[in-house]
C-alpha cells in the first residue's frame, strides 16, 4: 500500500467513541475499510492478481472472473479463518487502541462480553502480534543501552530483557537468554544505527566484541552520581515503566514464552506517545493486521518454546 494511502486511512480513521460507532456501525463499513487497508479499495484475486472480482458469500468472499479462484477477505492475513464478524475485531483494536497502557485479559474479556477467558486472551495476544513496528530505522544518534530483570518471583524466573533507547525518543526491547557479547551485539546489530554513540553502564560484556564500530562510553556511576544526572535515563525509566505496566495492566502474569509479544506491544505503545495517538495506532494495527500472516489460535496457545528475539544458540558464532 502506498503511504498515501495509509495517511489518508488513518486521518479517516474515528477519533472517539461516539465517531468509531457511527464509522462502523455495520459490517459492510468494517468491509469497506478493510479492503481500503488491504488492497488500496480494489480487492485483487489471490492468485492471479486480478481486480475483475465479484462479491459472493454474504461478502466474505471474491470469486475471480480471470481464473476462477475465491479469494476471502481475511484469508492470507491475521484475521484468517476467524467465523466472529470483522465488526467485532474492530472494536476489539478500538477498545485496546484507546488505553493508553493497553487491557488485561480479564477487562477486555468482560467489554467484549466473551464467554472464556481464554477466548479473550487468544484474541489480545493475535492483535499484539499486529502491534509491531513500523518504521526498521535503528535508533540513533545518541543512543543508551542496558539490561533488566523482569517478572516470576526470585531470581531463576526473572527473565532478561535487553533495553536500547534514544535519550527521551525511541526503544527496543528484547528478550535475551543472557547478555555475553554475542547476544549483546545481535541486538546492537538490529537496533541500533551504525553511527549512533553509545552509552552503557559498567557491564564488561559491552566493548569492541559486542559493540563492534560503535562509538562507545562505559560509566561507572555512583548512586549519589545517578541521582544528580543519569548518563542512562532514558534506559532506566523505561525498565521502570516497563515493569510497572507488566505489574499494573497484567498484574505480573505474563509466561515467559509470550515475553517477547508483550515488550512489542510495550514498544509499539511507548515509541507514538507523543505523535501518533489513538487513532493512528487502531489504524496502524489493522493497516498491519491485513499484511500479516495467519498465526493460528493453536500456535499461539501452545507455543511452548520461549520466543525470545536473540537467542545464544543463534548468535554464537559457528
Ligand atoms: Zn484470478
Not at 472517539?16 to 468494517?30: G, K, L, M, S
Not at 468491509?31 to 489471490?46: D, H, M, Q, S, T
Not at 527473565?159 to 535519550?167: G, I, M, N, T, Y
Amino acid at each position: 500500500m502506498t503511504s498515501d494511502n495509509h495517511n489518508s486511512l488513518w486521518r479517516d480513521f474515528p477519533k472517539t467513541a461516539t465517531e468509531f460507532e457511527a464509522r462502523f456501525a455495520t459490517e459492510e463499513d468494517c468491509r469497506a475499510y478493510w479492503i481500503e487497508a488491504r488492497w488500496g479499495g480494489k480487492p485483487a484475486c489471490a492468485r492471479c492478481g486480478s481486480h475483475r472480482v465479484w462479491t459472493i458469500r454474504d461478502g466474505t468472499t471474491f470469486e475471480c472472473a480471470d481464473c476462477g479462484h475465491q479469494t476471502s477477505l481475511t484469508s492470507g492475513t491475521l484475521l484468517e479463518k476467524t467465523r466472529k464478524p470483522l465488526k467485532m475485531w474492530f472494536r476489539a483494536i478500538f477498545e485496546i487502541s484507546t488505553r493508553r497502557t493497553g487491557i488485561s485479559g480479564k477487562d477486555f474479556q468482560r467489554i467484549m462480553g466473551f464467554g472464556s477467558y481464554k477466548t479473550a486472551w487468544s484474541w489480545l495476544h493475535k492483535l499484539r502480534t499486529a502491534m509491531v513496528r513500523s518504521d526498521s530505522d535503528p535508533l540513533g544518534p545518541f543512543v543508551q543501552a542496558d539490561e533488566t530483570l523482569v517478572g516470576g518471583k526470585g531470581g531463576p524466573n526473572k527473565q532478561l530483557v535487553l533495553v536500547a533507547s534514544e535519550a527521551n525518543g525511541r526503544v527496543r526491547l528484547a528478550h535475551a537468554d543472557n547478555n555475553d557479547e554475542a547476544t549483546l551485539k545481535a541486538f546492537a546489530d538490529s537496533e541500533i544505527a551504525a553511527e549512533a554513540h553509545v552509552v552503557t553502564d559498567g557491564l564488561a560484556s559491552y566493548n569492541a566484541k559486542s559493540l563492534g564500530q560503535l562509538s562507545h562510553e562505559a560509566r561507572v556511576q555512583t548512586k549519589a552520581e545517578r541521582r544528580e544526572h543519569d548518563a542512562i535515563q532514558s534506559c532506566h525509566w523505561t525498565a521502570s515503566l516497563l515493569k510497572r505496566w507488566l505489574i499494573g495492566t497484567h498484574a505480573g502474569a505474563v509466561r515467559r514464552q509470550h515475553l517477547q509479544a508483550y515488550l512489542d506491544e510495550f514498544t509499539f505503545r511507548y515509541n507514538r506517545r507523543k505523535t501518533d495517538g489513538v487513532v493512528r495506532i487502531a489504524a496502524r494495527v489493522i493497516e498491519s493486521a491485513v499484511a500479516t500472516r495467519p498465526l493460528t489460535m493453536r500456535n499461539l496457545i501452545d507455543c511452548t518454546r520461549p520466543c525470545r528475539r536473540f537467542a545464544s544458540e543463534q548468535t554464537t558464532p559457528t
